[in-house]
Nanobody, 123 residues
Framework: QVQLVESGGGLVQAGGSLRLSCAASGRTFSRYAMGWFRQAPGKEREFVAVISRSGGTTDYADSVKGRFTISRDNAKNTVYLQMNSLKPEDTAVYYC????????????????WGQGTQVTVSS
């Protein structure tokens, strides 16, 4: 069992930055690929970014490529999402997720989810 707790969300003006963190419980964090997803009001959950178990491979949704960076620290059982040049359309609840296998952009492939953290970008 893995528990995930996100933090770092908040209210920021367009063009600003936020850094989200996701702390995982357990001693096998390095065996999990980690993903970030988001869900805006009235919209379906969408993929944002993913990082492989070692951190050597990352992938991003086209809408955030060049602005967001995913990283992980396996010694701290934590995955991060650095978000720069934020836009109002980035407003959503952001979730981290863990998959005991290879990285994927498909949300239904993930085994564990956090409770989410709200990110609001004002124009």
């Amino acid at each position: 069992q893995v528990q995930l707790v996100e933090s770092g969300g908040g209210l920021v003006q367009a063009g600003g930055s936020l850094r989200l963190s996701c702390a995982a419980s357990g001693r096998t964090f390095s065996r999990y690929a980690m993903g970030w997803f988001r869900q805006a009001p009235g919209k379906e959950r969408e993929f944002v970014a993913v990082i492989s178990r070692s951190g050597g491979t990352t992938d991003y949704a086209d809408s955030v490529k060049g602005r967001f960076t995913i990283s992980r620290d396996n010694a701290k059982n934590t995955v991060y999402l650095q978000m720069n040049s934020l836009k109002p359309e980035d407003t959503a609840v952001y979730y981290c997720a863990a998959r005991y296998s290879l990285a994927t952009m498909l949300g239904h492939d993930y085994d564990y989810w956090g409770q989410g953290t709200q990110v609001t970008v004002s124009s």
